[in-house]
């Protein structure tokens, strides 16, 4: 099981970065698939979610409007859009995947059945 984040960078306030997370060894289409940040000294955030099957997406207050969230399970990848950035978003990002939906009441590593590799995000001008 491989969960692996890319995409992450530097980039000005109100610019946009596409993460991307590839997924291994596990059933993408019939879990549910999250994105979840950690900015240095706070706690780990929720940010996203989705299930492919459903056909369902959610998204945190902090991040909703300007983040979408989508995955092709053609080629077991998860993806994140971040438009509009502030740097308040800046931070590690990680993805994750569960076999069931938590409404956003889970962001700690151990409270999922996957978890990759974080990628950063820094937004500063």
């Known amino acids: 099981v491989q969960l692996q984040a890319s995409g992450g960078g530097l980039v000005q306030p109100g610019g946009s970065l596409k993460l991307s997370c590839a997924a291994s060894g596990f059933a993408f289409s019939s879990i549910w698939l999250y994105w979840i940040r950690q900015a240095p000294g706070k706690g780990a955030e929720w940010i996203s979610a989705?299930?492919?099957?459903?056909?369902?997406?959610y998204y945190a207050e902090s991040v909703k409007g300007r983040f979408t969230i989508s995955a092709d399970a053609a080629t077991n990848t998860l993806i994140l859009q971040m438009n509009n950035l502030r740097p308040e978003d800046t931070a590690q990002y990680y993805c994750a995947g569960d076999k069931w939906w938590n409404y956003g009441m889970r962001s700690k590593k151990e409270e999922y059945d996957y978890w990759g590799q974080g990628t950063q995000v820094t937004v500063s001008s």
């Open positions: 989705m299930n492919i099957q459903g056909n369902h997406e």
